[in-house]
């Protein structure tokens, strides 16, 4: 069976490669889209184009997914640090201007200007950036697994608790079905019995057609059978769509809110208190479920 995957995952991994010790830390939160951001030092932010393809390969649609690269290099590793001369005195410039607009203390110096990381460039050969993303992909992939595994199974323990949660639900459309008739037998006995006591004080003739077409009106006005039959109808959509292939997120949220609709109707409906209460308890248990829901990619 399909097994749908939550949008939060956490995987983390550490290796030792060629004296380079490389960690990746890859986590993701609920998102309506797919919002990738990665960080990695400065010398190898060459592989965020690479990083992100390699993501979604794992056949993630949805999430906020943040992934976090660091880089232990060998003192060797052939990576050569440049001033940017242009921006670094536009960059000067703009603190002295900052200073002498605002009346502010004079604390440029050295080590305050190279807080901006953006003074230095990192350039390497062509080479060695490849042999840096061997390095960084084999890192990545292990992380990725590792995450992936944790969006399944918490995607497994969200279905399972909305599986149990969807079967509540089913059980107390029953309830309801069961109940409908006898909220027909309940008016007419009601209505029976004020047509007695009217006679008893009057002393007027039973119009036996007219109660028997009362009792019509009533059963048709407040008949949830439609509804009823909608709402299996729903479920059986919902579980179909758990089942399915691909991300379900979206669609299992849009057959919630049929379901919903569904019970608001039975409940308006209905003139019997424990369908009253059959019906909150519906819009409870949907509640429950479009929480979890929300998590499923």
């Known amino acids: 069976m399909h097994m749908l995957k939550s949008m939060t995952g956490y995987g983390r991994a550490r290796e030792r490669i060629d004296n380079y010790d490389i960690t990746v830390e890859i986590k993701s939160v609920n998102n309506r889209t797919l919002d990738v951001s990665v960080k990695l030092p400065r010398a190898y932010t060459f592989a965020e184009e690479r990083i992100k393809p390699l993501l979604l390969s794992l056949g993630i649609n949805r999430g906020k997914i943040d992934v976090f690269v660091s880089v232990e290099a060998p003192a060797n590793d052939g990576a050569k640090l440049e001033l940017d001369e242009g921006y670094a005195a536009q960059y000067i410039d703009a603190l002295k201007k900052l200073r002498d607009m605002y009346a502010l203390p004079d604390d440029i110096s050295v080590m305050k200007v190279a807080e901006n990381r953006d003074v230095f460039t990192v350039t390497k050969p062509e080479d060695d950036l490849e042999a840096d993303w061997e390095r960084i992909r084999t890192v990545l992939s292990t992380a990725a697994e590792r995450f992936d595994g944790a969006r399944k199974a918490e995607g497994e ?4 608790d909305v599986r149990t949660k969807l079967e509540t639900v089913s059980s107390i459309v029953d309830d309801i079905e069961a109940r409908a008739g006898d909220a027909v037998a309940e008016y007419q006995a009601r209505l029976m019995k004020k047509i007695k006591e009217a006679i008893a004080e009057t002393g007027a003739a039973v119009d036996e057609s007219r109660v028997v077409t009362e009792c019509a009106i009533f059963a048709d ?7 009823t039959v909608r ?17 379900a997120g979206r669609n299992l949220d849009f057959w919630c809110q049929e379901m919903n609709r569904e019970a608001n109707t039975t409940g308006s409906k209905a003139q019997n208190a424990a369908i009253t209460a059959d019906v909150v308890a519906i819009k409870c248990e949907l509640e429950k479920i479009r929480e979890q829901i929300q998590n499923i990619e």
Not at 157 to 160: C, D, E, G, M, T
Not at 221 to 227: C, G, I, K
């Open 157 to 160: 323990r969200l279905v399972a």
């Open 231 to 247: 709402l299996r109808s729903h479920i059986k959509a919902f579980y179909d769509t758990l089942d399915g292939d691909g991300p």
């Open 221 to 227: 006005r407040v008949a949830t059978d439609e509804e």
